[in-house]
């Protein structure tokens, strides 16, 4: 176990999976990198300057091994996460344009994750809690996963959700969870893309207009890529385009781009809302100017939020 770094309990904690890329890069080769949409957002809210926590489960073999210092190195609380002898949970990328992939975690580790395991007293110092991803499809863990959020939820904690959409796993089983998530959801997090896997539809406004009708008062983060994002917050709405930058790799952008909302949320809860868009483009835009996921500093989100174009509201 690593030393404890943080003395005091965090104000945000993120819950789900973390897991291991190996992605192919050509016939014969193969490269490794942490991940999970989860483990990200935490790790960019972490490197944001919020004092940040993980809680899941991960392997004991080199994978795991991995995350675990990654985490550390990411300056995380490590005592949200549980190291168990059982199998990583990977995500095989075999193909990069467009991405193909599939998933290999059969009893792994992420699915033996168990809140009660975590430090005495952290309910009542936390402020947010994230959830989303393969954390929300995989028994055991899904359900426990859904009493926590709805736990912490009545206690008056605020929540953030991303679906984070995943073929074949979030198919028409999944609606119940989305409906459930959505409708006690603080922030929801979703792509064009979301939502059409999501909703099974062609258009993504159906999807759009189906969140905002289970929760009208939430905030509701639509992102579309290089064409930029909407904020919606009750009658608010307002659209925003990324600054300028030389795109290297989107892994992760979405997940930092909610990470940028949550900060300025935690930070200045009272903003415009064209404010907030501002710092989660800026933080979206600047993940994707080096190669794989890496969450930028604030002084580097800060300088491209003067950028973001401001287009309707």
Avoid at 32 to 38: D, R, T
Avoid at 61 to 78: C, T, Y
Avoid at 178 to 203: T, W, Y
Wanted: proline share 7%.
């Amino acid at each position: 176990m690593g030393a404890v770094i943080h003395a005091d309990l965090p104000r945000f904690i993120a819950f789900g999976e973390a897991l291991t890329d190996l992605i192919r890069t050509g016939p014969e080769h193969w490269r490794s990198a942490c991940g999970g949409s989860p483990w990200n957002v935490a790790v960019a809210m972490s490197t944001l300057g919020q004092l940040s926590a993980f809680a899941g489960a991960v392997s004991q073999d080199p994978f795991g091994a991995d995350i675990w210092r990654a985490s550390q190195e990411a300056n995380l609380d490590m005592r949200f996460i549980q190291q168990l002898p059982r199998p990583p949970l990977l995500a095989v990328v075999h193909e990069l344009d467009p991405p193909r992939y599939f998933f290999i975690g059969q009893d792994s580790a992420d699915l033996a994750f168990r809140p009660e395991g975590l430090p005495a007293g952290w309910t009542r110092a936390v402020r947010w809690a994230h959830f989303g991803s393969l954390g929300l499809v995989r028994e055991p863990l899904a359900g426990r996963l859904r009493a926590l959020a709805q736990a912490l939820k009545s206690e008056g904690r605020l929540i953030s959700y991303d679906p984070n959409f995943r073929a074949p796993p979030m198919d028409s089983r999944y609606d119940d969870t989305l409906e459930q998530m959505c409708r006690m959801a603080d922030v929801i997090k979703v792509s064009d893309e979301d939502l059409r896997g999501l909703f099974r539809v062609p258009d993504h406004r159906s999807g759009l207009a189906q969140i905002a009708a289970w929760n009208p008062g939430a905030w509701l983060l639509l992102t579309r890529g290089a064409a930029g994002a909407t904020l919606y917050h009750g009658v608010e709405e307002v659209t925003g385009r990324p600054p300028p930058v030389a795109v290297i790799d989107t892994v992760g952008a979405g997940d930092t781009a909610l990470a940028g909302l949550l900060d300025s949320l935690m930070r200045h809860a009272a903003a415009p809302a064209a404010e907030h868009l501002r710092w989660a483009l800026a933080a979206g835009a600047a993940a994707c100017t080096v190669e794989g996921f890496s969450a930028p500093a604030p002084a580097r989100v800060a300088a491209l939020a003067e950028a973001v174009e401001i287009v309707g509201n």
